[in-house]
């Protein structure tokens, strides 16, 4: 059992998307994890107003 959440968190969707992760991988696979998890909270932090709406949706 991986004693970091980061690595059951792994783990777990590897199981769930029956995607094997080689041990070799791991190290990358975490790092980019960590990389994208910084960055949602940088976004997830961001204040926005309560008035703010999504933009419009535009086709040609």
Same mark, same amino acid.
């Given at each position: 059992?991986? =004693?970091? #959440? @980061?690595?059951?968190?792994?783990? =777990?969707?590897?199981?769930?998307? =029956? @995607? &094997? ?5 791991? #190290?990358?696979?975490?790092?980019? $994890?960590?990389?994208? $998890?910084? $960055? ?6 961001? #204040? $926005? &107003?309560?008035?703010?709406? &999504? ?6």
């Amino acid at each position: 059992m991986a =004693a970091d #959440p @980061l690595d059951a968190y792994i783990n =777990a969707v590897s199981k769930a998307l =029956a @995607l &094997p992760v080689e041990d070799a991988w791991r #190290p990358a696979v975490r790092a980019n $994890l960590e990389v994208s $998890l910084r $960055l949602a909270r940088l976004v997830d932090e961001f #204040p $926005l &107003p309560d008035e703010t709406e &999504p933009a419009s949706v535009y086709t040609a």
